[in-house]
């Protein structure tokens, strides 16, 4: 006598994982940190939640990823721009025309995601490794370095002002604010 097996119906389902995270990124922009939840995201997604969970384990797990991604793009735009540069002020250069380029509603939902990790120490010292990165190999013993350092705080320093929104900047303040940062970097980076 044969044996049957079982076969299955339908195709197995594969999780887009860019999809839950653009989903989510959607749900922080329009609700707030406070509107991130498994259910939410499942919904949004068109998976369940056990898929997104599957994923990404719990909320934790799933801004992690978010912030991981985010930090990959933009780390992807600032080696585009540095044109095969590879020193620490080229690096900072790009680094602070990325930043100025970038779109206020993106870096509040940003420092949304951030705000909401940092009483974890895990990912608050990838944070810091992640900035730490980012000026590696300046050579702060020269006016340039100190210069280049100097910009790259105050970049951060805009950036987060903006996205925290306690300071409403206009277009023009905030390009007017930027042309002050890169006048402190070298004129050929």
Known sequence: MESKKLQKTGRPRSIDR??????????????GIVALTMDAV???????????QYCFGNKDGLLKAMIERWGDRFDDQVTARKQNKNDAISHIAAHIGITRQS???????????????????E??????????????G???????????????????G??????FNFFELTQEEWQSIFNDIEG???KNT
């Not at 499942?42 to 997104?52: C, L, Y």
């Not at 805009?158 to 996205?163: D, E, K």
């Open 18 to 31: 860019d999809h839950v995270l653009d989903m989510a990124e959607k749900i922080v922009t329009e609700g």
């Open 42 to 52: 499942a919904q949004a997604s068109g998976v369940t939640k056990g898929g997104v």
């Open 103 to 121: 779109n206020a509603e993106d870096d509040s939902r940003f420092a949304a995601m951030m705000a909401s990790l940092i009483p974890n120490t």
């Open 123 to 136: 990912y608050l010292n990838e944070t810091r490794a992640w900035y730490r990165k980012q000026w590696d």
């Open 138 to 156: 300046l050579d702060v013993t020269t006016p340039e370095g100190r210069k280049a350092r100097l910009a790259f705080i105050a970049n951060e």
């Open 158 to 163: 805009a950036f987060l002002l903006r996205s």
């Open 184 to 186: 402190l970097l070298p």
